[in-house]
């Protein structure tokens, strides 16, 4: 990636030129420690705060042939206001950015407190089936409350995630994934609770591998054949009357059928495979793919929605895949991008209303880590260039966003 490392004089600076300030994020009132100059009035600003250079950076500058030497300079009345407008737009900035963080830290307790109600199941399960299952139940009327009483939905990225707990985080992010596709294909509320129940149980067989299966890529043709049976070991939900209506056990038997007949346990085909199971396993396919157990398939976000619709059109439900790609959007919570203007990000958040302007948090040196600027892209005017993959970061660039292992997603609703 390109860094700004040129020395300028800021006599020479002109409009086009990429720049970087010398001075902390909170002496001046740019948004930004880092943009293209658009106009003579930011040259001029420059300079009322004292600077005598800058950093700039060649590869993104923009320089006119025909850009004058000694641009022309505002009075005083107009460089005060200008500097005026942008410090208020620059707090007003900063109050979005703090509504973002209640709205984040918000999704984050849901978040928190549904995976340790996640977690508790497994014993519940065990030892009182029937109570477990309303104890699933909770948890799943709960997150579909969140999504059909609310105007508008974020959708997301938690920090939250360790990969020696990743059944129970996989599982809440099916579960939380799915019911937002159920509510996308207009699915009865009744429908959306099998649905969450099927998803949130859909791995609890997994519980039952033998010496950490469940984590690991199986080694051998002896352990694929126990491992692709675990649909089938989650026999405290599967069996008996506990209160698990019938279709959500068929999406735990059946979350990794494939409609040509090349899933397993069962190899089974088209309609054979419960509707709901198709949708809940199109999810299951995704966060899968995200968290591949070999580092190797493992892709980003944006990726695995690319490569489920070009290789898996034959095995998963069309209609769902079609919709589970439109719901994520092209920038899903948990990419990496750069922007028009030439900063890289993470992005943070979507809004189901608006996919095309997701909420990324910047990469900029100048601001520390922990106030680090998470900015709607539409709202201020730019475009998401690309995404990049993580290994496409410089080394600050990496440990500044912090890209997750464990992309996990919660949601919280827009009254």
């Known amino acids: 990636m390109s860094q700004a490392s040129t020395k300028l004089d800021i006599d020479k600076v002109r409009v086009g ?16 420690n880092s943009f293209r100059i658009k106009e003579p009035q930011q040259i001029a600003l420059l300079k009322r705060l004292k600077l005598t250079f800058v950093y700039i950076d060649p590869d993104r500058s923009r320089v006119a042939a025909d850009e004058p030497a000694a641009p022309a300079v505002p009075d005083e009345d107009t460089l005060i206001q ?54 699933a139940t909770e948890v799943v009327q709960g997150i579909i409350a969140e999504l059909v009483n609310s105007d508008g939905l974020e ?24 019911l937002m596709l159920a509510k996308r294909l207009g699915l009865t509320e009744m429908e959306m609770e099998v649905v969450g129940l099927g998803a949130l149980f859909h791995d609890f067989g997994k519980l039952r591998l033998p010496a950490g299966l469940a984590t690991r890529m199986p080694n051998d043709a002896k352990e694929w054949a126990v491992f692709k049976n675990h649909p089938n070991m989650a026999d405290a939900l599967i069996d008996g009357d506990n209160g698990l209506p019938w279709q959500a056990v068929a999406i735990i038997r059946q979350h990794h059928e494939f409609l040509d007949g090349s899933g397993y346990p069962e190899g089974l085909k088209a309609d054979r495979i419960d509707p709901l199971a198709q ?12 968290h591949h ?55 943070m958040s979507l809004d189901e209303q608006n996919l095309l302007s997701p909420n990324v948090m910047l990469y900029d040196p100048a601001i520390p880590m922990n106030s680090a600027a998470v900015i709607s892209v539409g709202e201020e005017g730019l475009k998401v260039a690309k995404c990049l993959p ?26």
């Open 279 to 290: 949708l809940v396993t199109v999810v299951n396919e995704y966060d899968n793919l995200v």
């Open 390 to 415: 993580p290994e496409a970061l410089s080394k600050a660039a990496f440990e500044y966003l912090s890209p997750r292992d464990r992309i996990n997603y919660y949601i919280k609703g827009q009254n």
């Open 155 to 178: 959708l997301h990225l938690m920090s939250e995630g360790e990969h020696s707990d990743a059944i129970h985080h996989h599982g809440l992010n099916v579960t939380v994934l799915s």
């Open 17 to 32: 030129h990429f720049v970087r300030l010398p001075i902390g994020w909170r002496d001046h009132p740019f948004m930004f």
């Open 82 to 135: 200008v500097q005026q407008s942008l410090a208020e737009a620059k707090q007003a900035r900063i109050e979005r950015l703090k509504s973002y963080q209640r709205s984040l830290n918000h999704a984050t307790k849901k978040y928190r407190d549904n995976l340790a109600r996640a977690r508790s199941l497994s014993s519940k399960v065990r030892a009182r089936p029937a109570e477990g299952v309303q104890a």
């Open 293 to 347: 157990k070999d580092p190797r398939k493992r892709r980003t976000p944006n990726t695995a929605l690319g490569w489920l619709y070009k290789h898996r059109q034959d095995q998963l439900n069309t209609h769902y895949l079609q919709q589970f790609i439109k719901m994520m959007g092209i920038y899903p919570p948990g990419s990496i991008v750069q922007l028009d203007s030439g900063q890289y990000g993470i992005v």
